[in-house]
C-alpha cells in the first residue's frame, strides 16, 4: 500500500495550491482519507479528513471555510484545494489512509496507519 502526494510549492498569501493524492496497492474506497501537516519545529496535526461512507468532512478549524477536501473513490485519489493561503500553513503536507470501514475520522497521527511522504507547501507574505 503506498499513497503518493503531489502538488506541494511556493505561493504567495492569498494563492491557492491543489494537493492530490494518489493510494495503490489496493483500493481505497472504504477507507477513511485525510491530510495532516507538520510545519518546522512543530508537531504533526490533523487539517482535512473526509469519511468513506458518507463523504462527510472534517477540518481543523483554522483552514475551514478556505480548504476543502475531496476524493475520487475510480482514481483512487485525495483532493486537497487550498484557497486564501498564509504564510502559517507553511509545512509538509501528508496524505494518510485509515484501516476499511472505520466508523470515525481520526485527527491523532495514531489512527492513521498509511502515509504518504509528504509534499512541501511554501506560502510567503
Known amino acids: 500500500v503506498q499513497l503518493q502526494a503531489s502538488g506541494g510549492g511556493s505561493v504567495q498569501a492569498g494563492g491557492s495550491l491543489r494537493l492530490s493524492c494518489v493510494a495503490s496497492?489496493?483500493?481505497?474506497?472504504?477507507?477513511?482519507m485525510g491530510w495532516f501537516r507538520q510545519a518546522p519545529g512543530l508537531e504533526r496535526e490533523f487539517v482535512a479528513g473526509?469519511?468513506?461512507?458518507?463523504?462527510?468532512?472534517y477540518y481543523t478549524d483554522s483552514v475551514k471555510e478556505r480548504f476543502l477536501i475531496s476524493r475520487d473513490n475510480a482514481e483512487n485519489t485525495v483532493y486537497l484545494q487550498m484557497s486564501n493561503l498564509r504564510p502559517e500553513n507553511t509545512a509538509v503536507y501528508y496524505c494518510?489512509?485509515?484501516?476499511?470501514?472505520?466508523?470515525?475520522?481520526?485527527?491523532?497521527?495514531?489512527?492513521?496507519?498509511?502515509w504518504g511522504q509528504g509534499t512541501l507547501v511554501t506560502v510567503s507574505s
Open positions: 496497492g489496493r483500493t481505497f474506497s472504504s477507507d477513511n
Open positions: 494518510v489512509g485509515s484501516s476499511p470501514y472505520k466508523l470515525q475520522v481520526g485527527t491523532t497521527t495514531g489512527e492513521w496507519p498509511y
Open positions: 473526509i469519511d468513506w461512507r458518507s463523504g462527510r468532512t
